[in-house]
T-cell receptor, first 113, second 112 residues
Framework: GENVEQHPSTLSVQEGDSAVIKCTYS??????FPWYKQELGKRPQLIID?????GEKKDQRIAVTLNKTAKHFSLHITETQPEDSAVYFC????????????FGRGTSLIVHP | DGGITQSPKYLFRKEGQNVTLSCEQN?????MYWYRQDPGQGLRLIYY???????QKGDIAEGYSVSREKKESFPLTVTSAQKNPTAFYLC???????????FGDGTRLSIL
């Protein structure tokens, strides 16, 4: 099955700095990589995703990059704001016909004003 | 995301009691999932279902049971066999492969 590792587990930055979270995966057949943001006590919500036919995708201050050769993908947040403080999860799809994604263990991002 | 509704928001379980968490979706999604989240931890899969009347165990199914009698509904029962049920429970759904999951607001379960 898929194995997803996420780093770092905690990331502390000053407001305005950039933040980068990285995930590696094991199944070279994986082709869809979402990122979810979970604020304290709330549901995870999709913030951006990328498919294997592109290497980068941007949405305002958020971007995701994918390196299929190295089997890793990263979330980039620029000009961080206090409201970016949350736990971020990456995921990679299950193998075969499964709909079951494998999640990373999460990164707690703290943005200090 | 108003497409998935979990209830109740908070639930308390007495010793030896079974409790059922509700999950309903109106997104017409085929697949539904239950996750357990402990403080500061990631998402651990309890059960999942890809079609009606079929479901599979996830990584931590012991002490839990589910049913999928309707496409829209996937209730989770926390049985008395689950000795440490205190956690935040999240239900999710998704459609075809390689689409994002949609999560409910969660149910926080505690022991009385």
């Amino acid at each position: 099955g898929e194995n997803v590792e996420q780093h770092p587990s905690t990331l502390s930055v000053q407001e305005g700095d950039s933040a980068v979270i990285k995930c590696t995966y094991s199944d070279s057949a994986s082709n869809y990589f979402p990122w979810y943001k979970q604020e304290l006590g709330k549901r995870p919500q999709l913030i951006i995703d990328i498919r294997s036919n592109v290497g980068e995708k941007k949405d305002q201050r958020i971007a995701v990059t994918l390196n299929k050769t190295a089997k890793h993908f990263s979330l980039h947040i620029t000009e961080t704001q206090p409201e970016d403080s949350a736990v971020y999860f990456c995921a990679a799809p299950g193998t075969g016909g499964s709909y079951i994604p494998t999640f990373g263990r999460g990164t707690s991002l703290i943005v200090h004003p | 995301d108003g497409g998935i509704t979990q209830s109740p928001k908070y639930l308390f379980r007495k010793e030896g009691q079974n409790v059922t968490l509700s999950c309903e979706q109106n997104l017409n999604h085929d697949a539904m999932y239950w996750y357990r989240q402990d403080p500061g931890q990631g998402l651990r899969l309890i059960y999942y279902s890809q079609i009606v009347n079929d479901f599979q165990k996830g990584d931590i199914a012991e002490g839990y049971s589910v049913s999928r009698e309707k496409k829209e509904s996937f209730p989770l029962t926390v049985t008395s066999a689950q000795k440490n049920p205190t956690a935040f429970y999240l239900c999710a759904s998704s459609n075809v492969r390689n689409q994002p999951q949609h999560f409910g607001d969660g149910t926080r379960l505690s022991i009385l």
